[in-house]
C-alpha cells in the first residue's frame, strides 16, 4: 500500500494519513510532534477529556515508544503514566468494554476523544509482568504438557469471566448476513482460491467482543484491554461479534506460539485446555454443542477468519507470507471438502424421515402393517442424522488435523 492524499480532517495536533492499493484502503491519524512534555499539552487542548488523566502542565518528561497497534508515550508527573494512540477508529465500545470487565482487569482509566471518537486512552505505567503468553512459551520451549495446559485453561477461564460480564452488559441477535459478507470481502481482496460460507452455528449472539485478544493480554487473572488491530484499519468492522470470536483469537495465538517454539508438544490437548476453561466460567448457553457445531461453523469459521485477517495485514505491508497462519488456510479445502461429503449422510436423514412422515400421512389411518416401513424409515433417519451430528469435527481438532 502507498500513502494518498488523506480526504478526512484531523484532529488538531493530529495529521491525517490515507493508504491505499491492492484493493485497500486505511485511514490513520497520528500525533505532528511529540517529542517533549509542552508538545503534549498542545494535542491535548482541544480534545475532550474522559475519566481520570494528568494534568497536561504537570508532565515533567515523555518517551515515546512505537507499537503494532499504535504510538504510545510514557508520561512522567506526580506518578507514571502511558498514553495509547489510536490511529485507526474503533467500534466506539471500548469504554462499554472496560466497565463491563470484571474487577482486577487492566482497563483504561482515562483518555481524550475528538468529535465522539477516542483518539488516546491512558492507563497507570505497569510494572513488567509475566503475562500468559510468556509462560505458555517457557512450557512449550520445555516440552512441559502439564505446566502449558494449566496456563491455558486459567487463560480460557479469564476470558470466560470476562464474557460473563459482558452478557450482562450487551446482548444483541447474530448477525449472520455481516459476518458472511465480511468473510467474502477478506476472500475477494486476498483472492482466495476458496469460499466459506456457512448459517453460523446457535447460541452465538453479539456481545462486547474483545475484537483482539492475545495471550499477552492476559496475566494471572486479570485481562487487558486495549486497542484493535490493524486488520480492522484495513477491513473496518460494519457489526459486533460473538464471544466465540475472541475464544477463536486466543485458539489462533496457540498456533502462532507453538509455531514460533521449537515444542513437540500436541495442538490438539493445548487447544483443549484452553476451551474447557472457557467453557468453565463463560455464559452456559454459550457453550453449548450446538454453538460449537462445526457443521454450522462453529469456532472453525472464526478461527479461519483470524487466520484471513493474518494474511490481510502482512498483505498491506508487504512483509511476507504470515505464518503459522498461510499453513492452515491450506487446509481449508480438504476440511470443507469433509463436511460437504458429510451432508451426503444429512441428505440421505432428510430423505429417509420424509419419506417415513409422507408414508404415514397417506396412509393414514394406519394399520400395523402399514405403519411397520414408514416408522423404520423414520427410526433410520434419526439414526442417520446422529451419525451425522457425530461426524461434525470437535472444536479442539485444529485444520490440519482433519
Same mark, same amino acid.
Given at each position: ?18 493508504? =491505499? ?16 512534555? &509542552? ?6 487542548? /482541544? ?10 502542565? %504537570? ?8 507499537? +503494532? ?33 470484571? +474487577?482486577?482487569?487492566? *482497563? ?38 502439564? &505446566?502449558? +495446559? ?7 477461564? *479469564? ?17 449472520? %448476513? ?8 477478506? /476472500? ?42 490493524? $486488520?480492522?484499519?484495513?477491513? *473496518?468492522?460494519?457489526? /459486533? ?31 483443549? &485446555? ?7 466460567? &463463560? ?27 493474518? *494474511? ?21 479445502? %480438504? ?43 423414520? $427410526?433410520?433417519? =434419526? ?12 472444536? /479442539? ?6
Amino acid at each position: 500500500m502507498t500513502q494518498v492524499e488523506s480526504d478526512v480532517d484531523a484532529p488538531p495536533g493530529f495529521v491525517a494519513l490515507r493508504f =491505499a492499493g491492492i484493493g485497500m484502503m486505511a485511514r490513520m491519524i497520528e500525533p505532528e510532534q511529540l517529542n517533549e512534555p &509542552a508538545d503534549w499539552s498542545n494535542l491535548v487542548s /482541544e480534545l475532550e477529556a474522559w475519566g481520570e488523566v494528568p494534568d497536561p502542565d %504537570s508532565i515533567t518528561s515523555l518517551s515515546t515508544m512505537p507499537n +503494532e497497534k499504535g504510538l504510545n508515550a510514557v508520561l512522567k508527573a506526580d506518578s507514571a503514566w502511558i498514553a495509547e494512540f489510536l490511529p485507526w477508529e474503533s467500534d466506539g465500545r471500548l469504554r462499554a468494554r472496560s466497565k463491563a470487565a470484571p +474487577e482486577g482487569s487492566r *482497563v483504561p482509566i482515562g483518555g481524550y476523544s475528538y468529535e465522539g471518537r477516542d483518539v488516546v486512552i491512558l492507563r497507570p505505567l505497569e510494572d513488567d509482568i509475566q503475562n500468559s503468553a510468556g509462560i505458555i512459551s517457557n512450557a512449550l520451549a520445555e516440552d512441559d504438557a502439564e &505446566a502449558a +495446559e494449566a496456563e491455558l485453561r486459567n487463560a480460557g477461564m *479469564v476470558l470466560g469471566r470476562y464474557h460473563t460480564q459482558a452478557k450482562a452488559a450487551r446482548l444483541t441477535p447474530s448477525d449472520q %448476513s455481516r459476518w458472511n459478507a465480511r468473510n467474502q470481502w477478506l /476472500e475477494e481482496t486476498l483472492r482466495a482460491t476458496f469460499l466459506w460460507r456457512a448459517p453460523f452455528s446457535k447460541d452465538q449472539p453479539c456481545t462486547l467482543s474483545l475484537m483482539d485478544v492475545r495471550f499477552s493480554d492476559i496475566s494471572g487473572n486479570s485481562l487487558r484491554l486495549g486497542r484493535p488491530r490493524l $486488520a480492522d484499519a484495513l477491513a *473496518v468492522p460494519d457489526c /459486533e461479534f460473538p464471544a466465540m470470536r475472541d475464544l477463536a483469537s486466543l485458539t489462533h495465538d496457540i498456533s502462532r506460539l507453538l509455531y514460533d517454539s521449537s515444542s513437540n508438544l500436541e495442538l490438539l490437548p493445548l487447544r483443549l &485446555a484452553l476451551i474447557e476453561g472457557w467453557k468453565s466460567t &463463560a455464559p452456559a448457553d454459550w457453550t453449548t454443542k450446538d454453538a460449537f457445531y462445526s457443521h454450522r461453523g462453529g469456532l472453525a469459521i472464526w478461527e479461519y477468519e483470524q487466520c484471513l485477517m493474518d *494474511v490481510l495485514e502482512a498483505t498491506s505491508h508487504q512483509s511476507g507470507a504470515p505464518q503459522p497462519a498461510v499453513e492452515i488456510l491450506r487446509y481449508v479445502q %480438504s476440511y470443507q471438502k469433509r463436511m460437504f461429503n458429510n451432508r451426503t449422510i444429512g441428505a440421505l436423514s432428510g430423505m429417509a424421515a420424509f419419506f417415513g412422515a409422507a408414508t404415514l400421512a397417506r396412509t393414514f389411518p394406519w394399520t400395523l402393517e402399514d405403519a411397520i416401513l414408514p416408522l423404520a424409515s423414520i $427410526a433410520v433417519g =434419526a439414526f442417520l442424522m446422529r451419525t451425522y451430528r457425530s461426524m461434525s469435527p470437535p472444536p /479442539e481438532r485444529p485444520f490440519t488435523m482433519i
